[in-house]
């Protein structure tokens, strides 16, 4: 029987899932020129399928236009045809970028850093997941048993995620039963959003090959150990210089880096829609759950909401990096990333002061002390993620009203669909997805 590889060209949703339309691969070059049409109501299908509410209805025709950088081909050397796929941005029918495309938006914000400050957002998603293939008792966090329960997974995966120039740096059994966690080096700008989605298409291929499953779900039950996404960014010149390490510097952080930096802090309760985007991603955000809970930055802290790293190797200037740490894989990376770079432009834009990082845990604080630092406890649920973000000025100036409205109608749809279900029923909902 005649085959025919097939490529699929993807978007990430406003659900934070990857969706396409495919084509006969030896037929790219003609698809990446005239693209591929799709409705704007497409970006509204909810995270579980559904499309509830949409501002454009069935009216409107957008263009997929694949990213020639971004082809991607899972070749598991199996009898199956390889996974092929390639990401796209979303034009109009005249060519103009889409101003509700979420790649477009993180792609306006890094222009606009590098135009204002020639400064460029250097970034890697480090991910936590769960995989089905080894047994979830026996106590192996961090375990060699879990590492050798997991048989060749993450051999096939760092290999996999190699071959498609993700560039894997550490893969782990990490603290919950099942949960593993892999990271990959750093990229510039969109090209670091590029490599999250490919990283986790990649996990979920290399699972299913094996007959497993893989999931990014934010919280595998009420009370259990969550699958964070941490952001880790830095600044580079354009010309690739290294621009956030100033060892005089407080915290030895930059100048300009300080104001990036607090310019997340002021916005970070605004911008959990984008970045911590499924109703469960609240249970993770909890003081005492190793993930983020006030908007708080803290060196070397893993339940600070930015933490400073510790410096590693000999090149100080390099490895310097800040980690955003609420920020889960239901969230579309674009936006996660987007996020990040706008308010960071904001930050710097007003030259803002960078706050004291907190020394002790910012829930023992009284009432008095944390508004004297401005602190702020995260919103504790998507329905007050979601108030939070549309009474920012600030997050409506970045995204424009038409792709803000948009964005919450979609969130808010997803809550309308968990209405009346308790929260290890929700689990079951997203493990399910994500
Ligand atoms: N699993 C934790 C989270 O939900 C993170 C643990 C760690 O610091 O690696 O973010
Ligand atoms: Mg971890």
């Keep these: 029987m005649r085959t025919r590889d097939v490529t699929l060209a993807c978007i990430t949703d406003y659900g934070g899932r990857v969706r396409g ?6 037929d790219a070059a003609s698809f990446a020129r005239k693209g591929i049409g799709l409705a704007p109501t497409n970006l509204m299908i909810t995270t579980f399928g559904d499309i509830v509410d949409s501002p454009w209805g069935s009216r409107g025709e ?14 598991l ?3 199956k045809a390889a996974e092929r796929f390639i990401l796209c941005n979303l034009d109009k029918l005249d060519g103009s970028p889409w101003e509700g495309c979420p790649r477009h938006w993180l792609r306006r914000g890094c222009e606009a850093l590098e135009a204002e400050f020639g400064l460029r957002p250097f970034a890697a998603f480090e991910h936590e997941f769960h995989y089905s293939g080894v047994s979830e008792d026996g106590g192996n966090a961090y375990g060699l048993e879990a590492f050798r329960q997991q048989g060749n997974f993450l051999q096939e995966l760092v290999g996999t995620l190699t071959d498609i120039g993700v560039e894997p740096e550490m893969a782990m059994p990490e603290y919950g039963p099942g949960q593993f966690e892999v990271t990959n080096a750093p990229a510039i700008g969109v090209a670091a959003a590029d490599r999250a989605v490919k990283f986790r298409e990649v996990v979920r291929s290399v699972a299913h090959a ?19 996404v941490h952001v880790h960014f830095s600044l580079q010149s354009t010309d690739g ?12 952080m930059s100048a300009p880096l300080g104001r990036f930096v607090a310019g997340i802090l002021k916005h970070m309760p605004a911008i959990l829609p984008l970045t911590a985007a499924s109703a469960i991603s609240y249970e993770r955000l909890q003081p005492h759950r190793w993930s983020a809970s006030y908007n708080n930055l803290s060196v070397q802290d893993r339940e600070a909401g930015l933490r400073i790293c510790p410096l590693s190797g000999d090149n100080p200037e390099k490895s310097f990096n800040v980690e955003y740490r609420a920020a889960d894989a239901s969230a579309n990376p674009y936006l996660v ?8 432009l904001d930050g710097m834009r007003n030259a803002l002061p960078l706050p004291e990082a ?28 979601i108030e939070a973000m549309e009474a920012s000025e600030a997050i409506l100036s970045f995204m424009g009203q038409e792709f803000r409205d948009a964005y919450l109608m979609n969130k808010r749809s997803e809550l309308k669909l968990l209405e009346g279900l308790d929260l290890d029923q929700q689990v079951a909902k997203y493990v399910a997805c994500f």
């Design 241 to 252: 210089e290294p621009a956030s390490f100033d060892a005089s510097g407080r915290y030895n």
């Design 337 to 344: 990333l987007g996020a990040l770079v706008w308010c960071g």
């Design 210 to 228: 094996r007959g497993e499953r893989a999931t990014f779900s934010p919280v595998m039950g009420v009370g259990k150990v969550g699958n964070g």
């Design 77 to 79: 050397g199996l009898e």
């Design 21 to 26: 339309k495919g084509y006969p691969t030896d």
């Design 358 to 385: 907190t020394e002790s845990d910012p829930d023992a604080l009284d009432a008095t002390e944390i508004a004297a630092r401005g602190l702020q406890r995260l919103p504790t649920s998507l329905n007050a993620a």
């Design 62 to 75: 957008l263009l997929m236009m694949p990213d020639p950088t971004t082809e991607t081909v899972i070749d």
